[in-house]
């Protein structure tokens, strides 16, 4: 059974970057309610202020999650916990610990600081975990963004490879975690060690001229996969998309296209 189209409503894009990203309430739940019907089986969305700032504050998640299940959204809500939304990490910690409403995931990035902490934070909480992580070169540091951030092991930034700490991580419930691993081009080689990981599901995921091959590969490995406006704005022939549900309906299509060969596992499937 394939694992459920993920859809990235917004991502760190601003408002300048086309009327079709959605930033309001309102608009965030009128393209959640149309990826689900065309296929999406989570909704990723980054919770804006009214001035259009990304936030953590349980003011903003809170009512943004209850319009969301109130309209009618029965699949699980991710939302993003990075440095994006709150650049300190203790700040990260204390709005975490505010939520009086919860999203089922919460998305931390493993090149960041304070991730281990603020995971298992969220896991104490009852949110599961999405362990972000970049792989292969050409991804950005931890402002970059929607990029987990930092730099590889023994390439002299004094920085933990994301992946490495990940791996040192102790989780105390791998049940309740996700691999959301973000190469930066769908190489196979990239994600070929990923079979000997922990048995945790993996989520693939790239962005821009990545964002339809790495769809592709998790299909082929038989990964979870996302799509929407927050990754990537054009569909696969290169034509702009209109909205988040016509890239889902394309990603389905696509997905459908490209199925995963015969004993296909990666982590978590095995």
């Given at each position: 059974?394939?694992?459920?189209?993920?859809?990235?409503?917004?991502g760190s894009?601003g408002?300048a970057?086309?009327?079709?990203?959605?930033?309001?309430?309102?608009d965030?739940?009128e393209a959640?309610?149309?990826?689900?019907?065309?296929?999406?089986g989570?909704?990723?969305?980054?919770?804006r202020?009214?001035?259009?700032r990304?936030?953590?504050?349980?003011?903003?998640?809170?009512?943004?999650?209850?319009?969301?299940?109130?309209?009618?959204?029965?699949?699980?809500?991710?939302?993003p916990a990075?440095?994006?939304?709150?650049?300190?990490?203790?700040?990260?910690l204390?709005?975490?610990?505010?939520?009086?409403?919860?999203?089922?995931?919460?998305?931390?990035?493993?090149?960041?600081?304070?991730?281990e902490?603020?995971?298992?934070?969220?896991?104490?909480r009852?949110?599961a975990?999405?362990?972000?992580?970049p792989?292969?070169?050409?991804?950005?540091g931890?402002g970059?963004?929607?990029?987990?951030?930092?730099g590889t092991?023994?390439?002299?930034?004094?920085e933990?490879?994301?992946?490495?700490?990940?791996?040192?991580?102790?989780?105390p419930d791998?049940?309740?975690?996700?691999?959301?691993?973000?190469?930066?081009a769908?190489?196979?080689?990239?994600v070929?060690?990923?079979?000997?990981?922990?048995?945790?599901?993996?989520?693939?995921?790239?962005?821009?001229?990545?964002?339809?091959?790495?769809?592709?590969l998790?299909?082929r490995?038989?990964a979870?996969?996302?799509?929407?406006?927050?990754?990537?704005?054009?569909?696969?022939?290169?034509r702009?998309?209109?909205s988040?549900?016509?890239?889902?309906a394309?990603?389905?299509?696509?997905l459908?296209?490209?199925?995963?060969p015969?004993?296909?596992?990666?982590?978590?499937?095995?």
């Open positions: 059974m394939r694992p459920p189209l993920q859809v990235s409503l917004n894009r408002a970057e086309g009327a079709a990203v959605p930033m309001s309430p309102e965030l739940v959640a309610l149309a990826a689900v019907a065309a296929g999406a989570e909704v990723l969305v980054h919770p202020t009214p001035c259009g990304e936030s953590l504050s349980p003011r903003v998640v809170g009512p943004l999650l209850e319009a969301l299940r109130g309209a009618g959204i029965g699949v699980p809500v991710v939302v990075g440095v994006g939304t709150e650049p300190d990490p203790a700040g990260r204390e709005r975490v610990r505010s939520w009086g409403v919860l999203p089922d995931r919460a998305a931390v990035h493993f090149g960041e600081p304070g991730a902490e603020l995971a298992r934070t969220l896991l104490n009852g949110v975990v999405d362990a972000v992580v792989l292969g070169s050409g991804v950005g931890a970059s963004p929607g990029a987990a951030g930092g092991a023994g390439s002299g930034t004094g933990v490879e994301p992946l490495v700490r990940f791996l040192a991580w102790p989780a791998h049940a309740r975690v996700r691999l959301v691993a973000e190469p930066a769908a190489d196979p080689a990239l070929a060690g990923l079979r000997w990981l922990p048995p945790v599901p993996v989520l693939l995921c790239g962005r821009e001229a990545a964002a339809w091959p790495v769809l592709r998790a299909a490995c038989g979870g996969a996302r799509i929407g406006l927050g990754d990537v704005r054009h569909l696969p022939d290169g702009p998309a209109r988040n549900a016509e890239l889902v394309a990603a389905v299509a696509e459908a296209a490209t199925a995963a015969a004993g296909a596992a990666t982590a978590g499937s095995r």
